[in-house]
């Protein structure tokens, strides 16, 4: 073996874009009710526009099957992730509702694609049995280099007191860098199973899909309001946001491999009724709380309990066929945004007339989820994809 390259193998790939999203899309979500609201004067109907018009593409994600007929799947995933630090770098030179959306667009458009092959790459190129831990080793990776990313936040805005359009220049501009060093770097890899180039939808999957649109729709309450009630009701300025961040990403950093390897001794089912458990509780805490404190403990909570959702991933590898990964990652990812298209317009909507009604329905959507928890099997594999309903 070339000792030389021999660091160039597909799990190193994949933990080196793992770090390349934080610097960008985490700067983007960190600054972005801050600036939002200093810069650009939105209300919260405003930023529900936004986060609808972000997740346009989410819901677009299925097409990315149909661009596999032109380009393989790891160049395509890293022109993605050039346009996801493109859109980041020039957001702050555009603060107004309609350069705003633009730049999302362009910015979200490549993180969605980018998500949808990562996802598609890692079910092929990790086998089961070390893809819980690999997941979660992923999501510790990129934990560290959101820790590194808000550390330098925190630094640029409150001791060198950057404005806003150098500080997303600034971080968008180092993933850019990464990502190109990363086209010239690393070989094309080779997958074992020739991927179906057409979309494919599964009666079998059935319980994959429910459990995935109902993961994309709570996501939408932590992503678009958990944040966005920090800064309206409690008042925390840029860099207390970046902190709260630094403190999320620390809990990732510590435990994500770990939770990666619970998943993988105790199964998707348990770990999935743990996680929506634990979420009724922390979406029923922000329709009530009243303390600044308090209601950065739930978001941290909020948070650590991502890290569990892998599990709905690496049920869908045990259930389904190795042909399928690249299509139903596409199919999966617009099922996801179904709700996030509506949901935060929608429901910024209800945040003027209520701001706890929208963490109640929140509270109500994780009762969903943990109910269709409770329908995979012990050891889910072909021909065992639920207990109940299998409509293969």
């Known amino acids: 073996m070339n000792h030389a390259a021999s660091w160039k193998t597909p799990q190193n790939f994949l933990l080196i874009i793992s770090i390349v999203v934080p610097i960008a899309f985490s700067s983007w979500m960190a600054l972005l009710n801050?600036?939002?609201?200093?810069?650009?004067?939105?209300?919260?109907?405003?930023?529900?526009?936004?986060?609808?018009?972000?997740?346009?593409?989410?819901?677009?994600?299925?097409?990315?099957v149909f661009l596999l007929l032109f380009i393989r799947e790891q160049r395509f995933m890293l022109l993605s992730l050039a346009a996801l630090t493109l859109g980041t770098a020039i957001t702050g030179f555009f603060p107004s509702l309609l350069g705003l959306l633009l730049t999302t667009l362009l910015m979200s458009t490549g993180f969605h694609y980018f998500e949808t092959l990562k996802q598609s790459l890692s079910l092929q190129w990790l086998s089961k049995d070390e893809a819980p831990e690999m997941l979660g080793k992923m999501i510790s990776v990129g934990a560290l280099a959101s820790l590194v990313t808000y550390a330098a936040l925190w630094f640029c805005l409150e001791v060198l007191s950057l404005e806003f359009k150098w500080v997303y220049l600034i971080f968008g501009g180092i993933g850019l860098v990464l990502v190109s060093w990363m086209m010239l770097a690393f070989p094309q890899f080779q997958t074992d199973v020739q991927q179906n180039k057409k979309l494919v939808l599964r009666k079998r999957y059935w319980l994959y899909y429910a459990l995935t649109f109902m993961s994309g729709a709570r996501r939408q309450i932590f992503t678009v309001f958990a944040g966005f009630l920090m800064v309206e009701k409690f008042g925390y300025s840029a860099a207390d946001v970046t902190v709260l961040f630094l403190i999320n990403y620390l809990f990732n950093f510590l435990f994500a491999k770990r939770i990666g390897r619970f998943i993988g001794q105790v199964g998707e089912r348990k770990a999935l009724m743990f996680e929506y458990t634990g979420l009724i509780i922390v979406f029923a805490g922000y329709a009530v709380v009243e303390t600044a404190q308090w209601a950065a403990l739930l978001y941290v909570i909020d948070h650590l309990f991502f890290a569990l959702a892998l599990a709905i991933k690496t049920y869908f590898q045990k259930i389904a066929d190795p042909a399928d990964m690249a299509s139903t990652a596409g199919v999966a990812f617009t099922i996801n945004h179904i709700a996030a298209v509506f949901i935060p317009v929608t429901f910024g909507l209800i945040w003027l007339v209520s701001p706890a009604a929208v963490f109640y329905i929140g509270a109500g959507m994780a009762l969903i989820s943990f109910l269709l928890s409770l329908n995979i099997p012990k050891l889910p594999q072909q021909g065992n994809e639920v207990r109940i309903l299998n409509w293969s």
């Open 34 to 64: 801050n600036f939002v609201i200093e810069k650009a004067n939105f209300d919260g109907s405003d930023i529900g526009l936004l986060q609808s018009v972000r997740e346009i593409p989410g819901f677009l994600a299925f097409s990315a």
